[in-house]
């Protein structure tokens, strides 16, 4: 079993709609825990941050995180035609240590 | 800034060919990552370098090879490229480690034939 699951979608929904992101994990050392986005033919770039249960908001994206059932969630509110990209979770054991990536989710919103 | 950079942006090589891809980060940061990306597998971890100086094993090191010239620079090298190794390429670099945020460079697209 891979240590981070993410369905790969594709997802689409319409514009303005709210967009729900998920990911589950099987360790339970994680302790950091990140939501990256990738643009078609671009790398990756860091879109939420947290290392702690409990949510984090950031404009439109809220950040979720259940580490008693080891859950991630990211929402996206008023969802755009330029949210379309690729949504990877990812996490991390430790300060010094390796993170670790789903295999991502590929949204479309539709104009 | 530059940030992260990597070179080349394409590259086609025959089964048994070798070469080195290069990256280069201008933010003075410790750690240094390469990833490849394939369809359906997501971003999986080559080797990495939480240090100057020091080196380990990501999740698929077999048929690749790392240096860490410096703090700025981290390469790649294929010693006999085989087609199961065409894919697109990343390079990252963060702070320290896990807990900070893994700044990636543009990617390099290769194909081996």
């Known amino acids: 079993q891979k240590e981070v699951e993410q369905d790969p979608g594709p997802l689409s929904v319409p514009e303005g709609a709210i967009v729900s992101l998920n990911c589950t994990y099987s360790n339970s050392a994680f302790q950091y825990f990140m939501w990256y986005r990738q643009y078609s033919r671009k790398g990756p770039e860091l879109l939420m941050y947290?290392?702690?249960?409990g949510n984090k908001e950031d404009g439109r994206f809220t950040a979720q995180v259940d580490k008693s059932s080891k859950y991630i969630s990211l929402f996206i509110r008023d969802s755009q035609p330029s949210d379309s990209a690729t949504y990877l979770c990812?996490?991390?054991?430790?300060?010094?240590?390796?993170?670790?990536f789903g295999k991502g989710t590929r949204l479309h919103i539709l104009p | 800034n530059a940030g992260v950079t990597q070179t080349p942006k394409f590259q086609v090589l025959k089964t048994g060919q070798s070469m080195t891809l290069q990256c280069a980060q201008d933010?003075?940061?410790?750690?240094m990552y390469w990833y490849r990306q394939d369809p359906g597998m997501g971003l999986r971890l080559i080797y990495y370098?939480?240090?100057?100086?020091?080196?380990d094993k990501g999740e698929v090191p077999n048929g690749y090879n790392v240096s860490r010239l410096n703090k700025r620079e981290f390469s790649l090298r294929l010693e006999s490229a085989a087609p199961s190794q065409t894919s697109v390429y990343f390079c990252a670099s963060s702070e320290w480690g896990g807990r900070n945020e893994q700044f990636f460079g543009p990617g390099t697209r290769l194909t081996v034939l």
């Open positions: 990812a996490k991390s054991e430790n300060r010094d240590d390796k993170i670790i």
């Open positions: 933010m003075n940061h410790n750690s």
């Open positions: 947290t290392y702690s249960s």
């Open positions: 370098s939480a240090s100057e100086g020091t080196t």
